[in-house]
């Protein structure tokens, strides 16, 4: 019988947007259930927002060091099954192999660390340590997505030709890091955020969702950065050209200065029987469009769906699931995977994005960076 | 300091929708904890269910009685808080009741009881008591649908003139009754759902809705109600005219033979100064217009919201809510209130639908059906 | 070969929005060309109206009588073929009939006449005439209300069960009529309306889109109108229940006090098989949904179209077409009805609105009026 | 008093898509009237054309040559004002050519001719003949692009930062030029279409709204250009990054072999204001977003709006225009153009894309090719 996993988090102190978002996501199935983090800088900070999330204080650390190492120490059957880290990307790797290096389970957000070495040496990590790791490319938990990653798979959309992608939002169309907004502040800072700035916040999941959904890697990119915020240093806004593995051309666009827009991926895939087009802001509604039959609109539980699509949704046809239900279904995917592991079932690997998403992310991001370097050459990733 | 909530539930057993719906909710905010449960109609399969919850077997009740009995007797610090009700309607009243007199809160599902007599009988017991009692119209829980309420209260449209409300289903559009689908078999049955099929299932939904955004009380129904499945007792189906306390006028429809339509609850509301729309199948957009502006439209946590609207949303602009979360608020508003009552605190009761919106309901139901007895004749809710 | 007709102009002189519509629709296709008229209440008026339109002065009438009886006296290869009416209501029939007992066809606004009894007269009229009679429901042009009409008729939605319509505008939320704006104080007259305010500008619409649509006939209507605007005599709002011929139910919803609304006239329509929804304001679109299928769009010029829809669409799939273009297919419609009259062939008659359309709005109206004024008793068409 | 003007025709015979579209367009407004054409290759088929639109046989020409000497040689006021040129791209230098030196204005098609050297040649005819010369960029004529245009020069959305345009369709999927179809056949052949296909049939209505909307000059552009079809020479589909002279930057994506697409030209352009998104398949809704506002959605006619969006606006609010009637005011401006130089008047000019915008498109067709060609190395336009 599978039992309820025990999370211990790092980062996500009062006051964090994404700390918030995995424990909502990780609460939702039942599957998981909070027992410990260091989730602030200072002890203080951290056991206040640990008491006020109803953990015991005793389990309420100072440093992931420290939790680590404690929780390593107490009784197999309450210490933490797994780490969650939700902190600026700097602070993605220590974590990670340290927990990783304890015999942890890992749940990273992403980009998965500061730079592309760290990526890299982290792979062997997992690989050596034998657990599993679990990046939050929560887009790719929708339904919709599932279901449109299975249609091209399944050969309906024949072979594609073209893609464009996008990442749209406008929260720093201001100068809003020079205010006391605390998302903002580290976002722009390399020493926090690594050499990408939309790069790695958002333009990692518009990459990784057009090779989740297309199954096929971006082979090189054709990158044009913008810095428009007065004084910013990393990237803001992204032009980019796209060549795919089989041929296929793009376009994807990501920025953080298209004023007005609020969270906006989007996809568009053409093949030579069929095509698709998604939207994470309206995510219940899948738009395909055919060579000789009308425009069809999949909706989650709805008809005609393929089993992909089917096995995360999780109420009937017509109620809503929205960012957090997606989120939630990369930690489902985890912990049932991690209960596998433990019943010592040799299972199919759930689908759930890891550490080579994670890989192959920091190579876009430098391969972006490096393109716009040289006036938006095409660079292979 | 608020403490987490113990959850008890009546009803919602392997294969049921409504109960797996209550537990995510209540889940979503960290708030509640289940603890125990009478899931099932037997002993054997309540224990496997709770099991499967990842429940102590000890908690796992055969009954509603012995649940409430066993945890009455229990700590204080260990006993359940309150019960959450999420069986067939007949079957609201007398663990609703029970729970009361024994000194628990209570969340029930709607309709709140199986005829207006018990819903008036339960009504004064939850007065006697002093207990809480929550009823899950949860569709009032959305941020657009706060905001709507906010905007019609502080005069933003003005007087109301008009108003068109719909549910519309197509989910027994076959006869799904005559089928495994348990979820049909007793929506379709007097004993079990009581003298409303559709009008109670999803009517008073709709009926709520109205009353909630606009603070108007519907005066009096003139309703013509189908029964398009074949032998079947209950409306599957009914179009009204509505008439408001105020002089407005308007229609609502519902239905469960719409074929095609998944979950379709929308409202249009006219004033003199504005006017809005809402769907909850695409709830995270509220749709206004006036009479020398341009249609503005509204997103959760956006540009523009009242109070009352930003104080439900859990994520940034973009990041859609859904079905989950609009009924995970009223669990959070709900245990906000208990802990509230726990800590001697007078405070404001907080905004969720209570036994006052359940006695509506059920007049909605009674009203619906003797006006289409008397062909549509005009009956006072 | 079919000929370019010529057409005489009763009504639409400078400043009238429906005569200007008129012509610009009957432009469209070059199938007709406008050669005289009687635009204006004075022949100052008239003529000046006239000459703006590059008319020659000498048919510019004063008077419609004047311009039948001189007309009637040019030679056959000079004269005017029809007569085009857009006149306010109490202005249809007089024009009408005289024309038809001259011998030239007609094309008549909506709604028919200004009473009950002219229409049926009309209907005679026309009968005795021999000559043919086009009424402007222009909302039946459009491709997809054809392809709508063409799925309902072959069975494709299975039985027609439940109708929802609503013509909803807001232009008369304010005492417009109290301004110097012509339009708005016309239609609040029941000496120049009729019985029927928003009935009979807008009612008949959409009574014409249901029975158009579904094929079926409206048997009886139970109505509640208002009267909001201060003042105001006729209806400026409805609510409608209403039954068809077959035992399909459903509302009717119209209203000119819908603030901020447009000119949102739509439609949805539920069978056993299938369903299907579509507005004016988004014409290109024609939604549909299915038992067992995803939901489909169909688009003009489109994939899986029926010939019906077809034949209306003059350009490539993705071009939109509009109002005028709708409207227009009436005229075409019509001038290749008049031309296969004139050819002697015996053709089956082209799809458009005819003088049978007209009575039926005019009972409509009538039915509306009555039952509202029975407190919405249920009142046969 | 103005006067109807009388147009010959270039080009459109039977089974002419483009044809039928100029002759509708130039009619809606009543201020154009067809009187000759050479309508086909052969003045059989020319005649055969002619008559079947109602000219009189004297006036089919076999070709345009024959056409723009017997028309001068008629009296004044019977000759034809101007020539308009719907012929496939090679076709549009010779008799634009020799129009303008006989003394005609001359409306044509796009892109203006088929060489990039053909187009300077010509804009240097057109300004010594003093004739004026319109090039149908339709979409300009749409009043929602109309009310974009004026919001941008207004400085409503700051100073622009983004732009995403993209022009998809999706009727060149297949191979259609190997089938009968003749709207397939000469686009993808260099000798009538010139060196661009996709990019000169469709990318040069994008470059054009982009600069026409923005008032911004694209200054360079990096395009990755596909050759989808099989033995296909000329680009189906085109990828391209663009950097405005304002230092904005952006991405456009056009193609043909967007399977599934109709006409899906759209844009969205982003300023340090507000921002504004435009789509052509749905033209009467602009949809803009603001810093602190929320979303507003303007419609033609509707609220809000500036005058130059008004000015174009036939009908009231809510009645769809479409298609032809964007492309109907190229022909209304142009024409209130022609009458405004007859009467002597020294007008602002009407506001119609010109020879300029002609120059400009074939200069972004060359510049795209060239880019292309050095593996979307970056390109001055």
Chains 1, 2, 3, 4 share one sequence.
Request: hydrophobic share 40%; proline share 4%; net charge negative.
């Amino acid at each position: 019988m599978s039992r309820k996993l025990r999370m211990g988090m790092v980062g996500g102190g009062a006051g964090s947007f994404i700390g918030d978002v995995h424990r909502k996501a990780a609460a939702i199935d039942g599957m998981i259930e909070l027992v410990c983090g260091a989730f602030s800088s200072t002890a203080e900070k951290s056991i206040a927002s640990g008491i006020a999330l109803g953990l015991d204080e005793s389990r309420c650390y100072g440093t992931f060091e420290d939790m680590i190492e404690k929780e390593k120490a107490l009784p197999e059957d309450v210490r933490m099954d797994f780490v969650a880290i939700v902190t600026p990307n700097h602070m993605h790797f220590p974590p990670a192999k340290m927990a990783l290096e304890h015999g942890f389970h890992v749940v990273s957000d992403k980009p998965v660390t500061l730079t592309l070495e760290e990526a890299e040496a982290l792979e062997k990590i997992v690989g050596k340590s034998g657990k599993l790791f679990a990046l939050t490319h929560n887009y790719t938990g929708n339904s919709m997505v599932k279901q449109a990653r299975a249609m091209v798979a399944k050969g309906e959309l024949g072979s594609i030709r073209k893609i464009q992608a996008q990442y749209l939002q406008g929260w720093l169309s201001t100068p809003l890091e020079k205010t006391e907004q605390k998302q903002a502040a580290w976002r722009v800072d390399p020493k926090r955020s690594g050499i990408g700035g939309a790069l790695g916040d958002i333009g990692t999941h518009a990459e990784n969702l057009i090779e989740y959904i297309t199954g096929l890697k971006i082979e090189e990119i054709a990158a044009d950065l913008g810095r428009f915020g007065e004084g910013r240093i990393l990237d803001d806004d992204g032009n980019m050209l796209i060549r795919m593995e089989n041929g296929a051309k793009g376009t994807m666009s990501i920025s953080q200065i298209a004023l007005g827009e609020e969270n906006n991926l989007g996809i568009k895939v053409y093949g030579t029987k069929g095509s698709l087009e998604w939207y994470q802001e309206n995510p219940n509604e899948l738009i395909t469009r055919w060579l000789e039959a009308p425009k069809k609109i999949y909706t989650p539980n709805g008809n005609g769906l393929h089993d992909e699509a089917l096995a995360v949704s999780r109420i009937p046809a017509g109620h809503p699931e929205g960012y957090l239900e997606a989120f939630a279904t990369i930690y489902k995917n985890f912990a049932t995977h991690v209960n596998a592991v433990y019943e010592g079932k040799s299972s199919d690997t759930p689908d759930y994005p890891t550490i080579a998403d994670g890989v192959r992310g920091m190579k876009f991001i430098y391969a972006a960076v490096k393109s716009d370097t040289n006036n938006a050459a095409w660079t292979k990733i």
